[in-house]
């Protein structure tokens, strides 16, 4: 389904889209709504993993205890975004033992979408909505 | 305003780079700092005269296609960093003790770096917002 963007500017007079109504990670969400988003698309945090916002507030960061501020088995779950070039409903990313990004099934990611896991299936960055007369 | 972070790199060394599914480039002697570019290409300058190269490296394509530019990497191994920031656009600049320099500008889609060292972890967006 496309959209057509509503007459929503910000200061930047850039386009922005309309205002999440429903799933994703909404901004302002608790850790445990991120752990809930991530357990969604099947990426499990452990229970002993620390759980610290995002520098800017709009998003989660989990890392073993061990490991915190490293990228070393690092998951981050961004908070859904009206900015075109970011995920509508967020979407998250890991990180194996080395700190390298993976994908979903643990590998090296073919491109990346298969690194960036929207929070809403077969989203893309900008790819669900459709600008009025930029 | 989100607060612009420090990077902490001042004087440290420039100790690795590895071409993988991305560029990472690591700082001090015991790689505690890591900086990993993503999804944009990137502008390396040599030395005080040195002519600024782009450098592309596909991020994710194995094994990478239309790579230029990497060969203006290999001389920074080793040099000191002077300087380095990130401005309120998401631009990162590292200058070296040879008056080299390398910057990382955000203009695409998802995330253009990553920058891990010294406790935090510091992500440039696409849109420059760094989070």
């Known amino acids: 389904m496309r959209h057509q963007i509503a007459k929503n500017v910000d200061s930047g007079n850039r386009k922005l889209r309309p205002p999440l109504l429903s799933g994703g990670l909404a901004p302002g969400s608790s850790a445990a709504e991120a752990r809930s988003e991530l357990s969604k698309i099947g990426v499990k945090v452990p229970d002993n993993y620390a759980a610290y916002p995002a520098r800017n507030g709009k998003g989660w960061n989990f890392s073993p205890p061990d490991d915190v501020g490293t990228e070393n088995n690092l998951i981050r779950a961004m908070d859904s975004s009206n900015n075109p070039k970011m995920y509508r409903y967020g979407d998250a990313n890991v990180y194996d033992s080395a700190g390298n990004p993976v994908n979903a099934r643990g590998l090296t990611p073919v491109d990346r979408a298969d690194w960036h896991q929207s929070f809403k299936p077969f989203e893309e960055p900008g790819g669900s909505f459709e600008f009025d007369g930029e | 305003m989100d607060s612009i972070p420090k990077l902490y790199l001042e ?11 991305n560029v990472v480039i690591f700082f001090g002697e015991k790689r505690e700092f890591k900086l990993r570019i993503l999804e944009e290409d990137f502008i390396v300058s040599l030395g005080k005269l040195g002519k600024p190269m782009i450098v592309h490296f596909s991020a994710w394509s194995t094994p990478p ?10 001389p920074l191994i080793n040099q000191r960093v002077t300087s ?26 998802d995330e253009a770096y990553t920058f891990v060292g010294a406790g935090q972890i510091i992500v440039c967006n696409g849109d420059g917002t760094i989070s």
Do not use: C, Q, W, Y
């Open chain 2, 11 to 21: 004087n440290e060394k420039l100790t690795a780079i590895t071409l993988d599914t």
């Open chain 2, 65 to 74: 296609k239309n790579v230029t530019g990497v060969s203006s990497l290999p």
């Open chain 2, 84 to 109: 380095a920031g990130i401005s309120d656009t998401g631009e990162l600049t590292i200058h070296f003790d040879d008056e080299s320099s390398l910057s990382v500008r955000p203009g695409g889609t």
